[in-house]
């Protein structure tokens, strides 16, 4: 299977998206196709690789009939040429942009749509102005007709011919001329004129919302240069190959991932945490893709390709969230879908049955059914509210918050209930030896070493926070058995000695009297032989703000908070009680994370989030309503298990995710509300003959204009 990514340049109608995005599908040897309206891009899947050049040509033809301005470019192998320079060449940040191509946006100010509009409107005003007879008064309106609505027409006639009636162009078509046949010459011209007008400015209200948002999400690198053999050369970020060493300027974004063998400087993460404070690097550090090199030079051994890197991961989930729309957006495409037949079918009600029925003139009966056909058409909602919705979750990524769908920024206005996990989530995780106990005739030193080669093998941090404390060179031949009790600790046979490590249900289970401590930290009990010798405290620091940020988010309407940790109860209350937590549970398995958490769901009125580091609460992040993984930055494994990706470990993101949603929300709605209330006044008061030609454009057209400016507004972040 082959994907074919088309760009369409010049889209600014969402009823043609739809129709294109169908049409598509229907091609013979098309599995899938998605049109993104915002990002203007056509991504198909088609079965085998040898049908991808008729389906991509197929869909040129349909656009071409639908949208004949619209110019298609096939992005599907768009790479820019390899560039040689000598290290000492400079070259201007444009020469590489080549790759871009360039058109003409449909919707932006040119020439030949003001000659037009204003042809048509100087021949508008001179029958208003010159007495002429009935017959140069029809010729001048119906050559002003003709100037500014020839290209609605020929789309109208097309799209009829093709079985797609149900537009705004044959909808245009048919109420203008209808007034031309009942004598409303004048406002025949005047709708069609205005609607032409109204349509250029919504054109360039879309381009500048699109714009807004791409400005977002401007963190794709334009190139890379290559150190080989003492040159420099620039090539496409897709080009480089692991284990190439790349240099990054200053000024310049970091091109792929990879570790800097060579340099130090400052990079600026804001692009992709939303953080402003610079982060001081130098050789051994990791450096991300989409990041900017502050100062000095780097070298960069990469090792990761451009298709895995960070900056692709996050490009990629942003421009496919588009695809998992939000409750809202599918209830607007299918009212959208019976909105206009109705509409329509009303209109031609009104022109037939009340000249038969009730009397009255048939051309004033007629003049309101083309008010309601002037009307029809669904436009400020279908563009208006994925825009909306975009535009949020392009404010939220700016904010180092990757929202995977329109559906989960709708979602988060319905949380009721957070469910944090402990390590990584509410504490940092970076976990240190505080304290050594020692029982009977052993020493601090020997607790330490006994437990220390019990951990030697385990990958837990508190384990590995045990051999650092130790901090001497572990002899592993003295290990000859190994065991990990998941949840519970480890045994091992060191020279001939059973050593139990663990916490107290470990040591219940074995029957081992213990001395049992009080602690906030995590305490580690050692045993000998089956008896209890000492103890470790393993203590692990709460993030800075976590308090203030659990406060915030009950203020946002947070109702029930919630904890689950692996660590003993008595510890895990006391950091929910220190925190601010409603409910806390201990001990738990991994398994009794999932059973609690069906538990909670089940009790739930409103959705349930799972706040967690991605990395060992898949299950339970994947039974969420919202799984949301904190500290994505880096970890492939927080953006694949989760629905939101917070790219720091701020829990504060959260509650910004929080307002971006509800300011959305707030948007949409109002943009819903003023079309449909506006549209509504207007047919009712063009039914009751109240209403003219005018305020039906003005329904139609300049809502979109309103609506789609009112989106913009859903890129902004409050923090």
């Known amino acids: 299977m082959k994907e074919i990514e088309l760009e369409l340049n010049g889209l600014n109608c969402a009823g043609c998206a739809g129709k294109i995005e169908k049409l598509s599908r229907q091609i013979e040897g098309v599995e899938s196709a998605r049109l993104d309206f915002v990002s203007k891009k056509l991504k198909v899947n088609v079965i085998t690789d040898d049908e991808s050049n008729i389906v991509a040509e197929e869909i040129k033809k349909i656009v071409k009939r639908l949208e004949p301005h619209v110019i298609v470019i096939d992005k599907t192998d768009n ?38 509009l204003i042809l ?96 977002l999400l401007d963190i794709r690198p334009d ?42 400087s400052s990079l600026d993460t804001s692009n992709i945490t939303g953080e402003s404070v610079p982060r001081n690097v130098g050789i051994g550090d990791k450096a ?16 990761k390709e451009f298709g895995e890197s960070t900056v692709s991961k996050i490009l990629d989930l942003v421009e496919n969230a588009s695809s998992k729309k939000a409750p809202t957006e599918n209830f607007i495409t299918k009212f959208a879908k019976f909105y206009t037949p109705v509409v329509v079918f009303i209109a031609l009600a009104i022109a037939i049955l009340p000249p038969l ?89 020997e607790i330490l070493e006994l437990a220390a080669y019990g951990e030697a093998f385990s990958n837990h941090p508190i384990g590995k926070s045990i051999v650092e404390a130790y901090d001497k060179e572990i002899n592993r031949e003295y290990i000859k058995s190994y065991k ?30 213990i001395d049992k401590v009080d602690s906030i930290g995590t305490v580690v009990y050692v045993g000998k032989d089956n008896f209890h010798i000492g103890s470790i405290i393993v203590s692990d620091e709460l993030k800075d703000n976590v308090v203030e940020d659990i406060k915030n988010l009950k203020a946002l309407g947070i109702k029930k908070t919630i904890m689950l940790s692996g660590d003993n109860e008595d510890t895990a209350k006391k950091v929910g009680k220190l925190v601010g937590l409603d409910n806390v549970y201990g001990n738990l398995l991994p398994q009794d994370k999932v059973n609690i958490f069906e538990d909670i769901i089940n009790k739930s009125n409103g959705k349930v989030a799972f706040i967690g580091d991605g990395v060992n609460d898949a299950p339970v992040l994947a039974r969420a309503d919202i799984g949301i993984a904190m500290g994505g930055l880096g970890s492939d494994a927080a953006i694949e298990a989760s629905d939101i990706v917070i790219m720091t470990d701020e829990i504060g993101k959260i509650a910004t995710g929080i307002k971006i949603a509800q300011n959305t929300k707030k948007i949409v709605t109002q943009n819903i509300i003023l079309a449909l209330g506006v549209k509504l006044i207007v047919l009712i008061l063009g039914s009751l003959g109240l209403a003219t030609m005018w305020e039906a454009v003005f329904a139609d057209v300049g809502v979109s204009i309103i609506a789609i400016l009112n989106s913009i507004r859903a890129l902004k972040v409050e923090e």
Not at 225 to 246: A, C, M, W
Not at 392 to 402: N, Y
């Open 79 to 116: 790479k820019i040429r390899r560039h040689n320079h000598n290290h000492n060449h400079s070259c201007d940040h444009d020469c590489h942009h080549d790759h871009h191509e360039h058109s003409h946006e449909h919707g932006e100010i040119n020439k030949k749509e003001i000659i037009k």
């Open 120 to 215: 048509g409107g100087l021949l508008f005003v001179i029958p208003l102005f010159l007495k002429l007879d009935s017959v140069p008064r029809f010729a001048v309106y119906f050559l002003a007709y003709i100037v500014v609505g020839y290209e609605v027409i020929i789309i109208a006639m097309r799209n009829l011919l093709a079985g797609m009636p149900f537009d705004e162009n044959f909808l245009m078509t048919v109420a203008t001329i209808g007034a031309l046949v009942i004598g409303e010459y004048p406002e025949a011209v005047a709708v069609m004129l205005f609607y032409q007008v109204g349509e250029m400015f919504q054109g360039m209200a879309v381009n500048h919302s699109r714009r807004s948002i791409s400005s």
């Open 223 to 264: 190139y890379a240069n290559i150190e080989k053999d003492n040159d420099i050369i620039i090539v496409d970020p897709s080009e480089v190959e692991v284990g190439d060493i790349i240099i990054v300027k200053p000024g310049e974004k970091v091109p792929l991932d990879g570790v800097i063998v060579e340099g130090e």
């Open 288 to 303: 991300l893709s989409g990041v900017v090199n502050t100062h000095g030079v780097l070298k960069i051994k990469v090792d």
């Open 357 to 445: 029925f009730i009397g009255g003139e048939l051309k004033e009966w007629a003049y309101r059914a083309c008010i309601f056909l002037v009307i029809s058409c669904p436009c400020a909602l279908v563009i208006s509210v994925p825009l909306g919705f975009f535009g949020g979750i392009g404010g939220a990524s700016k904010s180092g918050i990757l929202i995977k769908g329109g559906n989960y920024l709708e979602a988060l206005n319905e949380v009721d209930t957070m469910v944090f996990d402990k390590t990584g989530t509410i504490t940092k995780g970076t976990f240190r030896v505080t304290k050594v106990r020692a029982y009977g005739n052993y020493t601090e030193e």
């Open 484 to 513: 990990e009790i998941s949840g519970k600790g480890i045994e091992a046979d060191v020279q001939g000695k059973k050593i139990t490590l663990g916490n107290k249900t470990l040591f219940d289970e074995k029957n081992i009297q």
